[in-house]
């Protein structure tokens, strides 16, 4: 079943109300102060598992769909070591100059690489056209990673095949620049940021992503993750974006 025709059958049905036949079904009665109310249910049916199953067939679904969107949402935004990865994007030198926030950002993604590194989560870099944007900025402290050059405007066609032979990844944990792809313009980058969050993106901090990672003050390498979040964080100018206010971002607010 497609989206147009999933939506075109949402919108008909009454959720958790079908009559005979697979129809959908209501009840409209009288609530508080006079406004009308629709009450659900399955018709000699209680609501519950039974009314899941029976919007399953009638919406053509797989057994078990409903149950297994429930258990999906409610790991959603958890992250793990062992299925996580981490991916550096773009950080260069010939960039350097032109991206707003740099030098913050590539600190708050060394954070990151610090921590990967402690709990072993694995990590992917990548650079953009290096003949023309030079190599990855050395204060990243990527040595030892071998970068996997692209021209795409993604990360994930050059790696497809790295992340094809990890079949237990889950989380992908992104740091990097030019998030509205490669076109310079600080609009554009608040552009790109609620259209992740719109397409499912957890945007979050480096703190609570590495403490996320570690889960208790008990890991052994405890010890190691604390001075890392002991360091000043930087400020890359994204808590107004979190706030919902207007924020340094945009063109004239320049730090």
């Known amino acids: 079943m497609n989206r147009l025709e999933?939506?075109?059958?949402?919108?008909?049905?009454?959720?958790?109300?079908?009559?005979?036949?697979g129809r959908p079904a209501a009840r409209t009665t009288c609530g508080p102060k006079g406004k009308k109310e629709i009450q659900y249910g399955v018709r000699g049916n209680p609501a519950g598992k039974r009314s899941r199953e029976f919007l399953e067939r009638w919406l053509g679904l797989e057994p078990g769909t409903f149950e297994a969107m429930a258990a999906a949402r409610a790991s959603l935004g958890r992250i793990l070591p062992e299925s996580s990865i981490l991916f550096l994007c773009d950080m260069q030198e010939k960039l350097r100059d032109k991206v707003l926030y740099f030098p913050q950002i590539v600190s708050m993604a060394?954070?990151?690489?610090?921590?990967?590194?402690?709990?072993d989560v694995p990590v992917l870099l990548t650079e953009h056209y290096p003949k023309g944007l030079g190599p990855?900025?050395?204060?990243?402290?990527?040595?030892?990673?071998?970068?996997?050059?692209?021209?795409?405007?993604?990360?994930?066609?050059?790696?497809?095949?790295?992340?094809?032979?990890?079949?237990?990844?889950?989380s992908v944990l992104l740091c990097g620049i030019e998030a509205q792809g490669c076109i310079l313009r600080e609009m554009n980058r608040l552009v790109a940021l609620t259209r992740m969050q719109q397409s499912g993106v957890f945007l979050s901090t480096s703190d609570v992503l590495i403490l996320q990672l570690v889960r208790d003050s008990a890991h052994p390498q405890f010890k190691q993750i604390q001075k890392i979040l002991k360091e000043p964080i930087p400020d890359i100018g994204l808590s107004g974006f979190f706030q919902g206010k207007n924020n340094s971002l945009l063109p004239n607010s320049r730090p």
């Open 110 to 119: 060394a954070r990151m690489l610090k921590a990967a590194r402690l709990l």
């Open 136 to 170: 990855t900025v050395p204060e990243l402290g990527a040595e030892g990673i071998r970068p996997v050059s692209k021209t795409c405007f993604s990360m994930v066609p050059s790696l497809q095949q790295e992340l094809d032979s990890r079949p237990q990844l889950q």
């Open 6 to 21: 999933w939506n075109r059958r949402v919108r008909r049905t009454p959720i958790g109300r079908l009559g005979a036949g």
